[in-house]
């Protein structure tokens, strides 16, 4: 029992020693909680060159991680495994964190580059007064169309996918509020749209669309449009501004029947470590030239007026990426619709998908 005993107190020690000198070794790289910045944002989503300024002008280490849903983002949060100074989700899962007290408010004062933003892009539904989330970048969900392939015909509406001259030109995102929203936003729904009948009619509509799909797909999307494997595809701006810059013959359009208008910001998760330093984060990547040099690199669009300006003019006058008022007021954010009806929604889609099968 005694040398039960030692043999204890000997790993005990060990381990200690060990914990000890992992810690020593983590201060001296940096990684201390008020020197290291976690971050969690999406994949090829920030110019890496900006991570490394912000190091260098700030004194701190950045440990950065990435997501490629909404869905996997505020379940590693939910968890606490990691703990997060800085999250970048979508408008809808920022209403179900601060929903769920998953953020902590952001100080103001803190971040005088706010003044940046486009009135536009603050104070939206999804977090009034912007208490939780500052803008990152946003955009529209559309059609990227080749005219080679649709006889030199120019989309301009949701029901023009189901013209049966399509048949099997049809690229469809993998997305159950993107493809549902489409059906709806044809029939001149909300796509935000909880009666029933009316979701039942969308699926249907949906039904009435499969000869013309030719696969519903993830990031793939990018790689077959651009490589004309389809003439149409349903993809969000962002991805289709990258898909554009591969082939010429591609253009994007926002249907007129009105689409979503999609938003990612800035949050502070409830468990950050760092909450002076990710203020720090949010100011540097509000200031014009970090906010034009990101836009650059990402494809997507900036929120930051002062930022739009220094984009070269191809860039900022392009409306099919910076659309004007007039358009963006057509245009609808997701409403987060709770667990009961988000789980309708994917039910739905996920029976168009079985179909199409």
């Known amino acids: 029992m ?16 060990i914990l000890f000198t992992l810690n020593q070794l983590n201060e001296t790289q940096g990684y201390s909680g008020k020197n290291v910045l976690n971050i969690y944002n999406w994949g090829d989503y920030i110019d890496p060159a900006l991570i490394k300024q912000f190091e260098k002008e700030s ?23 990691t703990t997060y100074d800085i999250a970048v989700p979508s408008d809808y899962a920022i209403a179900k964190m601060i929903d769920e007290k998953l953020v902590v408010p952001i100080d103001h004062q803190k971040i005088p580059n706010l003044k940046n933003i486009d009135s536009r892009f603050l104070d939206l539904s999804f977090d009034p007064n912007n208490k939780y989330s500052i803008p990152y970048f946003w955009g529209t969900v559309g059609i990227v169309y080749n005219k080679d392939l649709i006889d030199g015909k120019k989309p301009t509406s949701w029901k023009d996918l189901w013209d049966p001259k399509l048949k099997n030109q049809i690229l469809l995102a993998d997305g159950a509020r993107e493809v549902m929203g489409m059906s709806l936003n044809s029939l001149g729904y909300s796509l935000n749209e909880t009666d029933e009948s009316k979701l039942q009619e969308a699926k249907a509509n949906l039904m009435r669309l499969t ?12 790689l077959l449009l651009a490589n004309e494997e389809a003439g149409l595809g349903v993809v ?26 999609w938003f990612d910001n ?11 330093g990710a203020h720090e984060f949010i100011n540097f990547m ?27 003019k191809s860039v900022r ?3 099919r990426f910076y659309p004007d008022k007039q358009v963006t007021d057509t245009l609808e954010v997701y409403e987060n619709l709770g667990k009961k009806m988000l789980a309708h929604y994917n039910e739905l889609f996920l029976e168009f998908k079985m179909h199409k099968k």
């Not at 005694?2 to 020693?17: C, D, M, N, R, T």
């Not at 000869?211 to 990018?222: F, H, L, M, R, S």
């Not at 990258?242 to 591609?250: A, G, P, R, T, V």
């Not at 800035?266 to 002076?276: F, G, H, L, S």
């Open 59 to 81: 004194g701190i280490k950045v440990v950065y991680q990435t997501f490629d849903s909404n869905e996997a983002m505020l379940t590693k949060i939910e968890q606490g495994g």
């Open 317 to 319: 006058t392009d409306e």
């Open 2 to 17: 005694k040398k039960l005993i030692q043999l204890f107190a000997a790993i005990f020690l060990i381990s200690g020693v």
């Open 211 to 222: 000869p013309n799909v030719k696969a519903i797909v993830g990031d793939e999307i990018k």
């Open 266 to 276: 800035v949050v502070i998760p409830k468990t950050a470590k760092n909450v002076e």
């Open 286 to 312: 509000l200031r014009p030239d970090i906010s034009a040099k990101n836009a650059d690199y990402v494809g997507y669009s900036t929120p930051n007026k002062e930022g739009l300006k220094l984009l070269d």
């Open 236 to 261: 969000w701006s962002g991805d289709a501004n990258e898909i554009m810059s591969e082939n010429e013959n591609l253009d994007y359009v926002i249907p007129k029947e009105g689409s979503n208008v």
